[in-house]
């Protein structure tokens, strides 16, 4: 999911779209909706294989995903679309594998995911485009030696973080699963250190830090400083923290866990908490008070919520995923949660 000028754009594995007067509309893995009034728009580009990312720069939206073709066109697994009417871009580069991961600076498209080619050339999982002409970087090459989920930049630009099932970033054991590369060159940002213990699921970031959600052993949420430090204790969940977002002094988590795990222990296959706090599905820590804060909306699917975004001119956090109840109401798989 990404907002942009007033729009919620959502991709997935969808075929169809409930608009808010019930009625169900053709949306082939790609829609947009009104974030002021909920109306679905006629925004759409047939996706024929499941949209894993997308961001939005300018007027143009990218998508990154498993398809070969978008709006007719032939793309493989990488497409940019008009941000008003969704006519596919000349923007073509070609991965030869999934992109999971999306992050545009103002000049730069960043991409990661399994690909190991583009367009012919070789890239290890991670790849820089031009946003003004659509070229390929060749400046820019760092290698992750195992599937890049996300993808975030730092508030000043100076880093790109990257999170995902990697155990080495650029040949160097120091950064499991999650690691920061420099915007121009992709070389390691030393400055930036986390030693990540699990695989990153996602990963967000603002001038107060960097935000993550880790999977196994249950699951994680950290809370980390621009050094890769931790600024509170990891919050133990006993499942997968899949979705990330900031606003304020919020930190939400969403994922398929069901209990945060008061005083952070627990264990087994499945992982079981020693004291459990029911948090099913999504969570809210107060970034002052390092507390998780009594917001407990209920969620009632397995796989719980798999994508999270804030609303940066309502506040509203808007979260996707495969349930079909919020707290004992009927909603399919895409929520609203007003500013609190």
């Not at 075929?15 to 909706?33: E, M, P, Y």
């Not at 580009?45 to 143009?60: F, H, I, W, Y």
């Not at 970087?137 to 975030?152: D, I, Y």
Request: charged letters at 15%; a neutral charge; one cysteine or more.
């Amino acid at each position: 999911m990404a907002i942009s000028g007033g729009t919620l754009f959502i991709g997935g594995s969808f075929t169809q779209v409930q608009d808010r007067f019930g009625k169900s509309q053709t949306r082939t893995r790609l829609a947009a909706i009104n974030v002021a009034t909920c109306d679905l728009t006629s925004w759409t580009a047939a996706a024929d294989g499941e949209v894993l990312a997308l961001a939005v720069s300018g007027s143009t939206v990218y998508v990154g995903g498993s398809f070969t073709t978008v709006g007719g066109s032939a793309r493989s697994s990488i497409a940019a679309l008009s941000a008003s009417s969704a006519q596919v871009q000349s923007f073509n580069p070609g991965m030869n594998k999934p992109v999971r991961a999306l992050a545009a600076s103002s000049s730069t498209l960043y991409a990661g995911g399994d690909f190991t080619t583009v367009g012919g050339a070789t890239r290890a999982k991670l790849a820089a485009f031009s946003l003004s002409s659509g070229a390929l970087s060749s400046g820019w090459q760092p290698k992750a030696n195992g599937k890049v989920n996300t993808l975030a930049l730092s508030a000043d630009g100076g880093r790109v973080y990257a999170g995902g099932l990697f155990t080495t970033l650029n040949g160097q054991a120091a950064y499991p699963y999650l690691g920061a590369v420099d915007p121009a060159t992709g070389k390691n940002d030393a400055g930036f250190v986390p030693r990540s213990q699990f695989p990153v699921l996602d990963v967000v970031a603002d001038s107060r830090g960097v935000y993550v959600g880790q999977a196994g052993s249950g699951g994680h949420l950290l809370l980390l400083n621009a050094d890769g430090t931790l600024k509170r204790p990891v919050y133990q969940l006993d499942g997968d923290v899949q979705a990330v977002a900031v606003d304020g002094d919020s930190v939400f988590g969403g994922g398929h866990f069901t209990n945060y795990c008061v005083g952070n222990t627990g264990a087994g296959a499945p992982f079981m908490c020693d004291k459990n706090l029911s948090r099913r599905k999504a969570l809210e820590v107060s970034m002052s008070t390092g507390q998780v804060t009594p917001w407990a909306p209920t969620l009632d699917s397995p796989f719980g919520i798999l994508s999270a975004v804030v609303d940066p001119n309502t506040h509203a956090l808007w979260v996707g995923g495969d349930f079909t109840h919020v707290s004992g109401q009927t909603v399919g798989h895409l929520a609203r949660f007003n500013a609190r």
